[in-house]
Every structure is written in structure tokens, then in C-alpha cells.
């Protein structure tokens, strides 16, 4: 069996093709193993994982969280905003008082882009990155491009359209990325203040109207406004957001086909997605959310593989 | 490399029908007994079994399931080969079943520990038993003893015994191999 080409999980930018496919065959069985009556194994008995949270994160951490307890890891905790860090230690210092309490692989989440790669080049501990900053969340995007094979059978040639506040998105990031190197064709839509200027060099699709963009697609995912990260007005209201960006279950129907809906979470019902249309069929977003949970079980495992006694 | 036949497809094929008439014996018509095949090549034998028993000696409704028990191994990052997992397909009920493990060779008894482990997530089994075509004796690592035995052998460390079905290397065949 082929092994990961990376020893920590920075991005996916640093992946290859194979490296997503032997992720998705290991993330089939561990699907299944979580769909047993007794739900955890023993794999990763020996091996102690460090959760390093220095932004609040809800979905993610809990998902993680339950990956590591499922393979049976040792799991620690840590939030910045009961800790140290708000006494002025560094980073590095953080993480290698933790690393001296024997800890094997760190997932880390952290506001500002490239923190993982900074850490992964001075400590002695395999990384994943949970999300830095506006740049990657790659087990968002490995999850996302899961759920999409999973739903038509393969992800090469099918056409993705990403909605909404893409500026501010590292979701918006690594989806490009991982579709891109499945085979998928991808298109950005959103208002031109959240569409970076940087985003037709990715190779991507870029529209800004939300009809156009979804007679074009078989799958929308549409992302959250990330108002915690809008230091500027970049739209002139919420409810005029929500007429032009908003996909309602009449807007569905108008389409001649039937498009699938994904959701990287937390809705906010009523402005990117109406309920009825968050609770349809079509909308994919809960399993994304099982799908999530396989899938970090398959990165932690493969790369707890790659760490020798 | 040099290699010894052990076993020839027709001493396979009546080795195979004598573990047959013994599982009959003891499991009549197997409404309480479920078959399992240890994945990866646990299952060819099992496979093998189930038609046996179904065609030749008339048994209806045998119930037949593979395990993986790479997620269970006690050898996961002491190797250097990527532990490569296989599918596992129980879709029956374990619960208060009589279970045959089947597994092609016998050796350090360490799968079989690790595929104990793994049914315990189905559910409590009646009771376990354990068929093996081959059973190497005396390399057993663990206090673990097959039930049912196609061949014992006594092989030393650096041999290996490879067991071929004509389902994945055209032959039904069991070769003794010099490392």
C-alpha cells in the first residue's frame, strides 16, 4: 500500500492526487467502521494528539475530537483564550511545552495564515492544520470533495460553483485546490468586494450572478458570511446579501435541473440558504458532517503511521 | 528461493470436504451458526466453504461475512510496510450466534486475537471456533488453537506457507517457501 507524501496535513496544496485518493479509500473503511454497533478501534492506542485552538472553532474541534477518541488516541485540549497566550508566549514556547509532555501530532487551528508551516518547521511533532487564518482548512475541502464523490460517484468533470465570501474563506481556498486536482471544473460567485483579485489566476470560473452561476453547476456550496472577519462594510445590508446571494427553495425550482446543495457550516438560516432549502433532499449538509469525522479518522491514521517508536 | 508442494488441488479439495462433514457435525444445520472469513485471504477458504455446503451437502441458508482486522492489530507502526485495510461485510446478526473464524494459515495466533477483538463491535457471540487450513504448530505466540485443522505443519521461522485458490492464482494449491 502506497503511503502519504507528507508527514503533516498543512494544506492541500501540498498534496498529490494519490495522496487524496488513498485518503478517500481509507476514509470508505473508517465510514464503515463508524456506522458500527461498537463504533471505535484500537489503532492509535499509543499515540498522543495535542488540539490546539487559538480561535473558536465549535464543528471542527468536536469533529476532530471525536476522529482521535475513535481511533483510540490520548487527546489533550487547549483553547488560547483560557491560556497562557493571553500572557505573552510565543507560540513556538506553547506548543513545545506541550510537545515535552510526549505529545505525537498536534491539530492546530490558528487565525493567522501559515502557522501550521511556521510550526511544522520548528518542532518535532506531526501537524494538521484545522484552519489558518483566511488560507486553508484542508480537511474541510478533503471532507467536501468526499461528499461530492460520494454523492455522483466521482468528482472529475462535475461542475462546483462556490457562493459567497470568498475574500475571507479558507474553505473557498482548499475546496479550489482539492477539486481542481480531482478533475472538477470550479466557479466563485459573489459579490466583487468578497471575490479577491488574486482568484482568476486559480484557474477558476468567476461570476457574479447567482442565477447564471447555478444553471451552470451540479453542485453550489455556499459559504457563511464571515462578518467576524469584515473589518469594512463589503455589502450595503444583510437583506440585500441575502436578495442577490441567497438561494431560496423558488430559486431552485426555477433551474431545469436539480442541483445538489452543500454547506461547510454554521448556517445562518435565511441569508446564504432559506430553511426549506437547508432541510431538503438536495441539500447534502449533514452528511458532510458524518463524512468529516471518517475523514479526519483517515488523515490521523495515515499519518500516525508514518510515526516510528 | 526454493518452494515444496504441500498440498495439491485434489488433496485440498478432499481436505476441504472433510472440514465440511466436521462443521456439519457439530453445527447440523447452522440456523444458530455464522461463517467468517478473516480478510484478506480468509475469505477465499470461506467463500469456498459456504459453497461447498450449500451445494454439496444441502445446507440452506448459510450466513457468510468477511472481516478486516487491520484497525485492530497490535502491529500498527512497527513494520515498514502501510498497514493496507480490507472491507469488512457482516450484514447478520452476531449477537448470541455460534461463529466459525476462517482463516487460510494459522501462525502466531496474533490475527486471531485482533479478529476477537474486532467481532466484539458486532455484538457478544454465543461462542467462537476457529478453521484453519493450515495450522503452523509451535510458532503460536498467543495461547490460541485452531478447532478445525485442514494440515498441520511444522515449518521453521524463515519458511513461509503460501496457500493459492484458483479464484486469485488459478490453482487450488498449498507450497512450502524457503526465504
Known amino acids: 500500500m502506497s503511503e502519504l507524501s507528507v508527514n503533516h496535513l498543512l494544506g492541500i496544496k501540498y498534496l498529490n492526487k494519490k495522496d487524496m ?7 470508505d473503511h473508517f465510514k464503515e467502521v463508524i456506522n458500527r454497533p461498537i463504533k471505535k478501534v484500537p489503532s492509535l492506542r499509543d499515540i498522543t494528539i495535542a488540539n490546539l485552538f487559538f480561535e473558536n472553532s465549535t464543528r471542527t474541534k468536536l469533529s476532530f475530537e471525536l476522529a482521535e477518541k475513535r481511533l483510540s488516541a490520548d487527546v489533550i485540549n487547549f483553547s488560547a483564550s483560557q491560556s497562557s497566550v493571553k500572557k505573552g508566549e510565543t507560540l513556538i514556547d506553547t506548543v513545545n511545552n506541550i510537545l515535552s509532555m510526549k505529545v505525537d501530532m498536534v491539530v492546530m487551528r490558528h487565525p493567522n495564515p501559515g502557522a501550521g508551516v511556521f510550526l511544522s518547521q520548528h518542532v518535532d511533532a506531526s501537524i494538521i ?9 484542508p480537511t474541510q475541502a478533503l471532507l467536501d470533495t468526499y461528499s461530492i464523490r460520494e454523492r455522483f460517484g466521482e468528482v472529475r468533470g462535475k461542475n462546483v460553483v462556490i457562493v459567497g465570501d470568498i475574500l475571507h474563506s479558507r474553505v473557498a481556498l482548499s475546496n479550489i485546490y482539492a477539486l481542481q486536482l480531482l478533475g472538477a471544473n470550479v466557479m466563485v460567485c459573489g459579490p466583487k468586494t468578497l471575490l479577491p483579485k488574486y482568484i482568476k489566476g486559480l484557474g477558476v470560473k468567476v461570476e457574479t450572478n447567482l442565477q447564471k452561476a447555478l444553471n451552470w453547476c451540479d453542485v453550489a456550496n455556499m459559504l457563511r458570511v464571515q462578518n ?10 444583510t437583506r440585500e446579501y441575502t436578495q442577490q446571494y441567497g438561494v431560496t427553495k423558488t430559486l431552485l425550482d426555477s433551474l431545469d435541473k436539480e442541483i445538489t446543495i452543500m ?11 432559506t430553511s426549506d432549502v437547508a432541510d431538503s433532499k438536495q441539500a447534502i449538509i449533514l452528511d458532510q458532517v458524518q463524512n468529516g469525522v ?5 488523515v490521523i491514521y495515515l499519518l500516525a503511521s508514518k510515526i516510528k517508536h | 528461493m526454493g518452494q515444496k508442494v504441500l498440498l495439491n488441488a485434489k488433496e485440498v479439495n478432499i481436505i476441504l470436504h472433510r472440514l465440511a462433514c466436521q462443521l456439519i457435525e457439530n453445527h447440523n444445520d447452522f440456523s444458530n451458526t455464522v461463517l467468517i472469513g478473516l480478510q484478506p485471504r480468509g475469505k477465499y477458504l470461506a467463500s469456498r466453504l459456504a459453497t461447498m455446503l450449500k451445494n454439496d451437502y444441502k445446507i440452506k441458508n448459510i450466513e457468510l461475512g468477511h472481516l478486516d482486522i487491520t484497525f485492530f492489530r497490535d502491529d500498527f507502526r512497527r513494520g515498514e510496510k502501510i498497514l ?4 469488512t461485510e457482516i450484514n447478520f446478526l452476531v449477537e448470541d450466534k455460534n461463529i466459525v473464524f476462517i482463516d487460510d494459515v ?3 495466533g496474533r490475527s486471531i486475537r485482533a479478529a476477537l477483538t474486532a467481532i466484539q463491535s458486532f455484538g457478544r457471540p454465543n461462542e467462537i471456533e476457529l478453521l484453519t487450513l493450515i495450522d503452523r504448530r509451535f510458532s503460536r505466540h498467543l495461547p490460541i488453537q485452531p478447532n478445525y485443522s485442514g494440515r498441520q505443519v511444522d515449518a521453521i521461522n524463515d519458511e513461509k506457507v503460501k496457500v493459492n485458490w484458483v479464484e486469485n492464482e488459478g490453482e487450488d494449491s498449498v507450497y512450502l517457501v524457503n526465504s
Do not use: C, K, W
Not at chain 1, 129 to 137: K, S, T, V, Y
Not at chain 1, 294 to 298: F, P, Q, T
Not at chain 2, 84 to 87: K, L
Open chain 1, 21 to 27: 485518493q488513498l485518503i478517500f479509500e481509507t476514509t
Open chain 1, 129 to 137: 492544520n484545522a484552519g489558518d487564518g483566511a488560507h486553508e482548512h
Open chain 1, 228 to 237: 467576524e472577519r469584515m473589518d469594512i462594510s463589503y455589502f450595503p445590508s
Open chain 1, 263 to 273: 454547506h461547510p457550516g454554521p448556517i445562518n438560516r435565511g441569508v446564504e440558504i
Open chain 1, 294 to 298: 471518517a475523514i479526519r479518522m483517515a
Open chain 2, 84 to 87: 493496507e485495510a480490507n472491507t
Open chain 2, 106 to 108: 494459522l501462525y502466531t
